[in-house]
């Protein structure tokens, strides 16, 4: 095994990827940034190095000095997680140049798929069904001529884009040039390359996503699918699996297809193949060549270690398993809780935790990177934990991820804890008729507005009452502070 | 006697008055029962039931302990109509970044006009105009870090005919 794993990220992923290491005994050394240094992440590594930030911009980002670390401290491996160098073919050669294993897709492959109209294609030659679409958009007439043969309404995206950013939809060729100024805008800000290509708009559909894991060796196997679709502003909120729409025979299809793909562009290490769901079809959207955020429901449904394997066939390790080894049992979910107010259109409430608890009991986990008297950076994102449940069966993971959230409690901050609760009221949900627009179409917002003014109406009431019956200035015991300074608003 | 409120629960904020009927939360009526045991409080509102304890300085809703906080609102309420005559002091909500300030001093600017965005947790949020009126004063700059609270823009109003 490694000596040592160097994890470039922070948070709760750091901290899941510190666990996998430390249980294969692997020194493990964290980096941190200013506003990190009372991170958990930073307490559970071996060892822990601060990055020097330079105009604020984020010290997990800059891959100079994250290789000078490497290099000074002799780091055999680096994991890097999800989201800031995950997704950097400049990062993965700089370190494999210098002798550094990258616990990751090799950079060729990261380059590969990055190009969105690349991977479309080498999706199609598998076998796969992509959306109508077209090649990188030339100019003007090109892009009139590609639409109108797609067939209105498109979506102009970023060729190197990727998790929802560089996307604009066009309803008619009035729409069509601007749109396609502003996703090359976005996606030259973004990504630094505002090439874009047009693709067929869908509404209203499912987003489902496979796993895989392949080996130094060619072997390539799928751990099944995770459905994704509540989300909100394009951001996955609740994933499970397996997906109610998912017969047995189709997973077995599209599993061989993806497996298929990953070895025809000679794919290491963990990986995701994203797919939207619409009518019965699965169209190809875009490959992940990272761990993600919601790796743990596969990781439930099928009992394997995601993490460990991955740290494992980037050291040389064979597969420990086989395809027909996968196994899937009973019903997994995870819900992302934010630090953000659902009322306020998920506004993020960075502040300070002033209590925490955490649920527990048979299979559920979870994973965050919070304690009591941390305050949460507003400078990184808003997750702040990942609830993990799984039972038998979907019905009873609803109940156990139910009774969960009523253990679960974060206080200094709106969260949206609430915004699950309502969730798991709402009747399509448990029947499992969801789509990516579904907090939209069954106004779940606009209930839990209702179900929390209910809840304040009676402590309200009950305030009242007791301060009728008890001394004038026992009101007094009313004011629990904390809240206002975090919400910071002024009156 | 001022019968409105601002209510904070869970870190939510909502606006709350008081009548001698109902109880109103952000435009829903409710007219919640309040049953004390000498132990808990029970509330039965709109067909639910909640039980609400006092423990060691903490409040409890159905055995989950909760962050719950209410005050009097300042009895001249910010309303349309009303707003025309008073200053608006555009305070940062949340602690950010300044990532676009989109207004120079002296701009005329309309009610819910973009003013600047304030980037907290990868996300931007557009700081918008509350009042019609001109920019008075720009306090931040773009690249800043301001912290919650932190006075940020000042509108003055625009002198109508009237006065």
Same mark, same amino acid.
């Given at each position: 095994?490694?000596?040592? $794993?160097?994890?470039?990220?922070?948070?709760?992923?750091?901290? #899941?990827?510190?666990?996998?290491?430390?249980?294969?005994?692997? =020194?493990?050394?964290?980096?941190?940034?200013?506003?990190?240094?009372?991170?958990?992440?930073?307490?559970?590594?071996?060892?822990?190095?601060?990055?020097?930030?330079? %105009?604020?911009?984020?010290?997990?980002?800059?891959?100079?000095? !994250?290789?000078?670390?490497?290099?000074?401290?002799? !780091?055999?491996?680096?994991?890097?997680?999800?989201?800031?160098?995950?997704?950097?073919?400049?990062?993965? =050669?700089?370190? +494999?140049?210098?002798? !550094?294993?990258?616990?990751?897709?090799?950079?060729?492959?990261? *380059?590969?798929?990055?190009?969105?109209?690349?991977?479309?294609?080498?999706?199609?030659?598998?076998?796969?069904?992509?959306?109508?679409?077209?090649?990188?958009?030339?100019? /003007?007439?090109?892009?009139?001529?590609?639409?109108?043969?797609?067939? &209105?309404?498109?979506?102009?995206?970023?060729? &190197?884009?990727?998790?929802?950013?560089?996307?604009?939809?066009? *309803?008619?060729?009035?729409?069509?040039?601007?749109?396609?100024?502003?996703?090359?805008?976005?996606?030259?800000?973004?990504?630094?390359?505002?090439?874009?290509?047009?693709?067929?708009?869908?509404?209203?559909?499912?987003?489902?996503?496979?796993?895989?894991?392949?080996?130094?060796?060619?072997?390539?196997?799928?751990?099944?699918?995770?459905?994704?679709?509540?989300?909100? #502003?394009?951001?996955?909120?609740?994933?499970?699996?397996?997906?109610?729409?998912?017969?047995?025979?189709?997973?077995?299809?599209?599993?061989?297809?993806?497996?298929?793909?990953?070895?025809?562009?000679?794919?290491?290490?963990?990986?995701?193949?994203?797919?939207?769901?619409?009518?019965?079809?699965?169209?190809?959207?875009?490959? %992940?060549? @990272?761990?993600?955020? /919601?790796?743990?429901?596969?990781?439930?449904?099928?009992?394997?270690?995601?993490? =460990?394997?991955?740290?494992?066939?980037?050291?040389?390790?064979?597969?420990?398993?086989?395809?027909?080894?996968?196994?899937?049992?009973?019903?997994?979910?995870? $819900?992302?809780?934010?630090?953000?107010?659902?009322?306020?259109?998920?506004?993020?409430?960075?502040?300070?935790? @002033?209590?925490?608890?955490?649920?527990?009991?048979?299979?559920?986990?979870?994973?965050?990177?919070?304690?009591?008297?941390?305050?949460?950076?507003?400078? &990184?994102?808003?997750? +702040?934990?990942? $609830? +993990?449940?799984?039972?038998?069966?979907? *019905?009873?993971?609803?109940? @156990?991820?139910?009774?969960?959230?009523?253990?679960?409690?974060?206080?200094?901050?709106?969260? %949206?804890?609430?915004?699950?609760?309502?969730?798991?009221?709402?009747?399509?949900?448990?029947?499992?008729? +969801?789509?990516?627009?579904?907090?939209?179409?069954?106004?779940?917002?606009?209930?839990?507005?209702? #179900?929390?003014?209910?809840?304040?109406?009676?402590?309200?009431?009950?305030?009242?009452? =007791? %301060?009728?019956?008890?001394?004038?200035?026992?009101?007094?015991?009313?004011?629990?502070?904390?809240? $206002?300074?975090?919400?910071? @608003?002024?009156? | 006697?001022?019968?409105?409120?601002?209510?904070?629960?869970?870190?939510?904020?909502?606006?709350?008055?008081?009548?001698?009927?109902?109880?109103?939360?952000?435009?829903?009526?409710?007219?919640?029962?309040?049953?004390?045991?000498?132990?808990?409080?029970?509330?039965?509102?709109?067909?639910?039931?909640?039980?609400?304890?006092?423990?060691?300085?903490?409040?409890?809703?159905?055995?989950?302990?909760?962050?719950?906080?209410?005050?009097?609102?300042?009895?001249?309420?910010?309303?349309?109509?009303?707003?025309?005559?008073?200053?608006?002091?555009?305070?940062?909500?949340?602690?950010?970044?300044?990532?676009?300030?989109?207004?120079?001093?002296?701009?005329?600017?309309?009610?819910?006009?973009?003013?600047?965005?304030?980037?907290?947790?990868?996300?931007?949020?557009?700081?918008?105009?509350?009042?019609?009126?001109?920019?008075?004063?720009?306090?931040?700059?773009?690249?800043?870090?301001?912290?919650?609270?932190?006075?940020?823009?000042?509108?003055?109003?625009?002198?109508?005919?009237?006065?």
């Amino acid at each position: 095994m490694f000596s040592s $794993l160097l994890v470039a990220n922070r948070g709760e992923i750091a901290i #899941r990827i510190i666990r996998a290491a430390r249980e294969l005994g692997v =020194k493990t050394y964290a980096i941190y940034t200013s506003v990190d240094k009372n991170a958990l992440h930073v307490k559970l590594a071996d060892e822990a190095i601060e990055l020097e930030e330079f %105009n604020g911009q984020p010290g997990y980002l800059d891959i100079d000095q !994250i290789f000078a670390i490497c290099n000074r401290l002799n !780091i055999e491996s680096v994991h890097p997680g999800y989201g800031f160098l995950s997704e950097s073919e400049i990062f993965a =050669k700089k370190l +494999i140049a210098e002798g !550094i294993i990258y616990i990751g897709p090799p950079p060729e492959v990261i *380059e590969l798929l990055g190009n969105k109209v690349k991977s479309r294609e080498l999706a199609r030659r598998v076998g796969l069904t992509v959306p109508p679409g077209s090649d990188i958009i030339r100019n /003007e007439n090109h892009a009139n001529r590609e639409a109108r043969r797609i067939s &209105y309404p498109v979506l102009v995206k970023a060729v &190197y884009g990727g998790g929802g950013m560089g996307i604009q939809k066009a *309803e008619n060729a009035e729409e069509l040039q601007s749109a396609i100024a502003n996703a090359s805008a976005q996606a030259e800000a973004a990504f630094g390359r505002g090439e874009v290509f047009l693709e067929k708009f869908l509404e209203h559909p499912r987003h489902i996503e496979f796993q895989i894991l392949a080996d130094n060796f060619g072997k390539v196997v799928h751990l099944g699918e995770r459905e994704c679709s509540i989300q909100r #502003r394009n951001q996955k909120l609740l994933e499970e699996a397996p997906s109610t729409v998912i017969s047995h025979d189709e997973r077995k299809r599209i599993g061989r297809l993806v497996c298929k793909l990953a070895r025809r562009v000679k794919y290491r290490n963990a990986g995701t193949i994203e797919f939207l769901l619409k009518d019965g079809n699965i169209l190809f959207n875009e490959v %992940n060549p @990272r761990i993600q955020v /919601e790796h743990p429901v596969t990781e439930m449904l099928t009992g394997k270690d995601i993490v =460990k394997e991955q740290i494992r066939i980037a050291k040389g390790e064979h597969l420990s398993f086989k395809q027909s080894d996968i196994k899937f049992r009973g019903h997994a979910m995870e $819900l992302r809780i934010n630090a953000e107010d659902p009322l306020l259109d998920f506004r993020p409430t960075p502040g300070r935790v @002033r209590k925490f608890t955490a649920p527990g009991g048979p299979q559920v986990r979870f994973d965050t990177a919070i304690y009591e008297g941390f305050t949460i950076p507003d400078c &990184y994102d808003s997750l +702040i934990g990942k $609830l +993990i449940v799984a039972d038998e069966t979907r *019905e009873e993971a609803i109940v @156990r991820a139910k009774m969960a959230l009523k253990e679960l409690s974060i206080l200094g901050f709106a969260t %949206n804890i609430p915004f699950f609760e309502e969730l798991f009221n709402d009747e399509k949900f448990k029947s499992g008729d +969801i789509s990516i627009k579904f907090i939209e179409e069954r106004k779940l917002l606009e209930k839990l507005k209702k #179900r929390i003014c209910l809840q304040a109406s009676a402590l309200f009431a009950v305030g009242m009452k =007791k %301060n009728e019956t008890n001394l004038p200035d026992q009101s007094k015991q009313w004011q629990m502070k904390g809240k $206002l300074e975090a919400v910071g @608003r002024d009156y | 006697m001022e019968n409105k409120y601002k209510i904070t629960l869970n870190g939510i904020d909502l606006d709350l008055e008081r009548t001698a009927e109902k109880i109103i939360v952000e435009n829903y009526s409710f007219t919640p029962e309040v049953i004390y045991n000498g132990k808990f409080y029970k509330v039965f509102v709109s067909g639910h039931e909640f039980k609400i304890e006092f423990k060691d300085n903490a409040i409890f809703l159905n055995g989950k302990e909760i962050d719950f906080d209410f005050r009097h609102s300042p009895s001249i309420q910010m309303r349309k109509g009303a707003q025309a005559k008073r200053q608006a002091d555009i305070k940062a909500a949340i602690p950010g970044k300044i990532v676009d300030v989109k207004v120079n001093l002296g701009d005329v600017v309309s009610d819910q006009q973009c003013l600047l965005i304030l980037e907290s947790m990868k996300m931007r949020n557009e700081i918008l105009s509350p009042i019609d009126g001109v920019v008075d004063k720009i306090l931040v700059n773009t690249g800043d870090q301001v912290l919650a609270r932190q006075l940020m823009i000042k509108i003055k109003p625009i002198k109508t005919e009237k006065e």
